[in-house]
T-cell receptor, first 114, second 113 residues
């Protein structure tokens, strides 16, 4: 089944403890992206990648890191999480030729930072 | 700065009624306007989209109306059903943002049986 998977789905952590949220897609898509969803703010892009080893900042990149060493994986790294990073996170992917027409979203990761 | 503003934040409609969600944008370079639908516990999924060279696009019970001069577009759901209960996001892309999507704030739609 063609899909975008995220792990973990739920995570509770404490301020300052480094964490990684994994994202993987099995559709051979070049484009991958991370968003955060907050009530009243919609979806805001954190980082995106047009292909392997090519990443760029979105609208709210502060406090986050990403890497794209393989085409299928695009992990989101929080080096020192803070409570304002408590949010619902989505990974998305798309084939380049299909941008911006459709992005395929993962199921989400709900992160709580205490 | 929210480049795409969406209203209302929440909407309750009776089964069979019409649901209307509105969006307004600022960037005149935007040239692609999709709507995404999100069910609880799921990621958003593309519902319908429009380009500014047409004023309306219809797919089944879902219609996008587009007003380029007013920089507004809206989603109409005809004969709303309880299964349409979800969060709806409008979005826009184009211009200097390229293929990146800028989303509105979202509308939580509840359709009562």
């Amino acid at each position: 089944e063609a899909q975008v998977t995220q792990n973990p789905r739920y995570l509770i952590t404490v301020t300052g403890k480094k964490l990684t949220v994994t994202c993987s897609q099995n559709m051979n898509h070049e484009y991958m992206s991370w968003y955060r969803q907050d009530p009243g703010l919609g979806l805001r892009q954190i980082y995106y990648s047009m292909n392997v080893e090519v990443t760029d900042k979105g609208d709210v990149p502060e406090g986050y890191k990403v890497s794209r060493k393989e085409k299928r994986n695009f992990p989101l790294i929080l080096e020192s999480p803070s409570p304002n990073q408590t949010s619902l996170y989505f990974c998305a992917s798309s084939p380049l030729h299909q941008l911006p027409y459709e992005q395929y979203f993962g199921p989400g990761t709900r992160l709580t930072v205490t | 700065q929210q480049q795409v503003k969406q209203s209302p934040q929440s909407l309750i409609v009776q089964k069979g009624g019409i649901s209307i969600i509105n969006c307004a944008y600022e960037n005149t370079a935007f040239d692609y306007f999709p709507w995404y639908q999100q069910f609880p516990g799921k990621g958003p999924a593309l519902l319908i989209a429009i380009r500014p060279d047409v004023s309306e696009k219809k797919e089944g019970r879902f219609t996008i109306s587009f007003n380029k001069s007013a920089k507004q577009f809206s989603l109409h759901i005809m004969d709303s059903q309880p299964g349409d209960s979800a969060t709806y996001f409008c979005a826009a892309s184009g211009g200097t943002s390229g293929s990146r999507l800028t989303f509105g704030e979202g509308t939580q739609l509840t359709v009562n049986p």
